[in-house]
């Protein structure tokens, strides 16, 4: 079958899995370092790069190779790398792409680790700025000669702004820049930024992709070009994911639009809920007709998804709020089959300084939930009972 042009589960379950020499259905799990070479010439012509051939895994493992081209397909990208969390797969993806002098435009709403990542980029003299990237006018008036890439994340983690992945890659190409967008609330079952105009997806796969909260993992998708550079620059940052864990997310990515079907649904459901509830000053959810950019979601994107960001009328509240949940577990981490509710400003975001991140939207108000997938009527009453004690 042409699996290229399969519906989005079918090519969940079967791209990338390769009929295995002892017809196991299930992908094996090819937990080793190094593999044999056949014989010296063998091992030369592997080694020179004149023959695919597996050597160690750290550079190509059969596991995490279907993994790679499971992603590639759903992302309708060329090809893929694997790492060992998203944010192995961001720095390579960065690596490969920059030099000192060149020029970095970030949203200024991202994950916390990542925007470390491009601070601590200014030390190797990278020049970075972060801006507001959901407006693409300040992408327009601050982008150079020298800007070598756009990052940013849509929904924004964790005040769910979107961007315009389209209209920003237009201003980027037109400068030569290359646009980079990690895809990770998302999915490619809900959003596919190649398709839009983006050079390169990025995945704390982690999240939605292996959907159970039992491993780490990374990806990068992009043109071969490209990735063939990444699979270099990875091997030698040396963040490889282990084959246990490619393979855990193969099995995880089997039932990923049975799963984003359900995070869109019930996280739609606690989001008309909050919003009307007295307590909560606002709910931030793509899917709301408040939300300021409702248009340009449905625009890009095939779902809500799973994540909701809300303001309770008092920072004072949160502690007590939070500790007054039974079913919601409070915890960092998003996109798996438990509701996870977190506090981004004493948790995923504590290393943004309190000015900035306030500026950014980042206050101390704001609660973010990884809406999961259990019934969504107990979540909604779990969350009643816990707004009822502050
Ligand atoms: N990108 C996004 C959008 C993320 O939310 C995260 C992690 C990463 C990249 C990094 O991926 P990792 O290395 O953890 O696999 N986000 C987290 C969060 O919001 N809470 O805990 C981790």
Redesign the pocket.
């Known amino acids: 079958m042409n699996l290229k042009k399969a519906g989005f589960s079918t090519r969940a379950i079967h791209a990338g899995e390769k009929q295995s020499e002892t017809g196991a259905v299930i992908t094996p799990i090819y937990q080793t370092a190094p593999f044999e070479f056949k014989n010296a010439a063998h091992a030369a012509r592997v080694m020179g790069g004149k023959e695919k051939g597996y050597v160690y895994s750290r550079g190509l493992n059969p596991t995490t190779e279907e993994l790679e081209e499971k992603i590639a397909n759903l992302e309708e990208g060329e090809a893929a790398l694997a790492q060992g969390?998203?944010?192995?797969a961001?720095s390579a993806a960065i690596f490969t792409e920059i030099k000192t002098g060149d020029h970095i435009i970030a949203d200024e709403v991202?994950?916390g680790?990542?925007y470390d990542l491009f601070v601590d980029l200014k030390k190797f003299g990278v020049d970075v700025s972060f801006i507001d990237t959901s407006d693409v006018s300040n992408v327009e008036n601050i982008i150079r000669r020298d800007t070598k890439l756009v990052f940013f994340?849509t929904p924004a983690?964790?005040t769910m702004k979107i961007t315009d992945i389209k209209a920003v890659s237009d201003v980027a190409h037109e400068k030569g820049a290359k646009v980079f967008v990690?895809n990770?609330?998302m999915t490619p079952y809900l959003q596919q930024p190649l398709l839009l105009g983006a050079d390169v997806v990025?995945h704390?796969?982690?999240?939605y992709l292996n959907g159970h909260g039992d491993t780490?993992?990374?990806l990068i998708i992009g043109p071969s070009e490209f990735i063939k550079r990444a699979r270099h620059t990875a091997k030698n940052i040396g963040g490889a994911i282990s084959p246990f864990n490619s393979w855990l997310i193969l099995r995880g990515m089997k039932t990923l639009g049975l799963r984003m079907d359900r995070h869109n649904e019930n996280a739609t459901s606690v989001a008309g809920y909050l919003e009307n509830h007295e307590k909560i000053k606002k709910a931030i959810y793509p899917g709301l007709l408040s939300h300021p950019q409702h248009d340009l979601a449905k625009k890009q994107m095939r779902g809500p998804g799973g994540m909701i960001a809300f303001l309770l009328e008092e920072a004072r509240e949160v502690p007590h709020f939070l500790d007054s949940l039974r079913l919601c577990t409070l915890a960092?981490?998003?996109g798996e089959t438990s509701t996870l509710i977190?506090h981004p400003a004493t948790?995923?975001h504590a290393v943004v300084p309190r000015e900035e991140r306030i500026r950014y939207g980042i206050t101390d108000e704001l609660i973010?939930l990884s809406v999961g997938i259990e019934d969504v009527e107990d979540i909604i009453e779990d969350i009643e009972q816990a707004l009822k004690q502050v």
């Open positions: 969390t998203g944010m192995a961001i991202i994950y680790s990542t994340e983690n964790p990690d990770t609330f990025i704390s796969a982690t999240k780490l993992g990374g960092v981490s998003l977190q948790m995923t973010r």
